[in-house]
């Protein structure tokens, strides 16, 4: 069996430039948190990490309405629950009406694991003999709640459910033309292109020009029951 060449001596291609994202993925709304577990660590200074829609769709892979509305909905969410202070990361519990494996719902979960820290079992342990820091089980599926999601304080016990409408931000005509091509392969290059701005600017209008539209993300009070 050939072993291979430490990496150093080997002749490698240049790695492809990234490409570039759409320049309004800035313009939607940001949000800062409060990580403990950062700053025990020393990964971050005092613990505040700023999370950007681009680290939306590093980790989902994609831009769509659904990571789009699972981003607003949770920062809309966590706003609401801290009323301007910095949301703690990893303080609350995530509860998901839908089943984990009922359409989007794994797509929204991920998102609002990203910005709250929140997993299921198999979720960071924690530190030492008191699990300091633990992240698992503050996911949760298949609740009893009228929203889509719902978050809740781990240290006040506060809590809101929330809903999203994206019938807000309607396809437009000209996209509906071309979704049948773009699923089923029958479309030329051109008409790909202009499927992919078509796409983005739908996702636009939510994070953008309806960001804080009160149609579009609903948030309401919960009161879980004991």
Same mark, same amino acid.
């Given at each position: ?21 759409? =320049? ?23 613990g505040v990490i700023e999370y950007r ?7 989902? *892979? ?28 990893? *303080? ?66 506060? =809590? ?21 091509? =773009? ?44």
């Amino acid at each position: 069996m050939a072993l291979l060449k430490p990496t150093s001596e080997r002749s490698n291609p240049a790695p492809a430039a990234a490409g570039r994202m759409p =320049a309004f993925f800035e313009q939607a709304p940001m949000l800062r948190v409060r990580d403990p577990l950062a700053a025990f660590l020393g990964a971050v200074d005092s613990g505040v990490i700023e999370y950007r829609y681009a680290d939306a769709v590093r980790l989902a *892979g994609h831009s769509c309405p659904t990571v789009a509305v699972a981003w607003l909905m949770t920062i809309k969410g966590l706003r609401a629950l801290y009323d301007g202070e910095l949301p703690e990361r990893g *303080g609350v519990d995530v509860h998901m009406r839908d089943g984990r494996e009922d359409g989007v719902t794994g797509v929204v979960a991920s998102v609002a694991t990203l910005l709250t820290g929140a997993t299921v079992e198999t979720g960071f342990a924690g530190i030492g003999p008191l699990h300091r820091f633990s992240r698992r089980n503050l996911l949760h599926y298949g609740e009893r709640i009228e929203g889509t999601l719902a978050l809740r304080r781990r240290d006040s016990g506060q =809590a809101v459910q929330v809903e999203s409408d994206a019938s807000v931000v309607p396809w437009s005509d000209e996209m509906r033309l071309l979704m049948p091509k =773009a699923v089923t392969e029958t479309a030329t290059p051109d008409e790909l292109e202009r499927f992919g701005r078509l796409w983005q600017q739908r996702v636009r209008a939510m994070l953008v020009e309806h960001a804080d539209d009160p149609r579009l993300i609903q948030v309401r009070e919960w009161r879980p029951a004991q």
